[in-house]
């Protein structure tokens, strides 16, 4: 099965997705731009590190929008205010429950998705192992990506040397 990746733009920032990553030798998005997949990040259908910015922690988490799961809820009680006020208690409990009840099945039949803790990459149907999220990983990332930001080499983000002529490995663009 195809690894299917969505990212932001290191150029423009918006979200761009790529639907094979194995087959793509680079990322491109409408606005032009062309983010190289990163050497080495791909074996097989197996995950190694973060196809865009070569970070090699990733992690897993439930593939569910929580934009999404809040937007329902809102439609939810939305509703239930309006039944509340035309069949009363019941009407309004009735519908929260059901939202609240879409909500957790949609929870619970979601898949999982890959996360780069770097640039937030997201990869599904990618192959091997990963942990959880890790909020130690993530804070140190944070602290990473505010020393790159000022142009420092952070070594335990790229793991070697960047690639003579390559692009720069530390995007700093994802925070706007
Ligand atoms: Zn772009
Ligand atoms: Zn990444």
Redesign the pocket.
Known sequence: MAIEADFA?P????E?LAADLAAAATLP?????AAPRFPGSLEGDRLLRCALCGDPRLYRQKDFSRRVGIGLLVAGFAVAVALGVWIGPSGFFGALLVSVALDTLLWLIAGEVVVCHWCEAHFREAAGTFPEFDLEVHDLVRYQREVAAKGQRVPEHEGEAAPAGGPALHPTRYDG
């Not at 150029?11 to 918006?14: D, F, K, L, V």
């Not at 998005?29 to 731009?33: D, L």
């Open positions: 733009c150029a423009c920032g918006r761009v998005c409408p606005c032009g731009a």
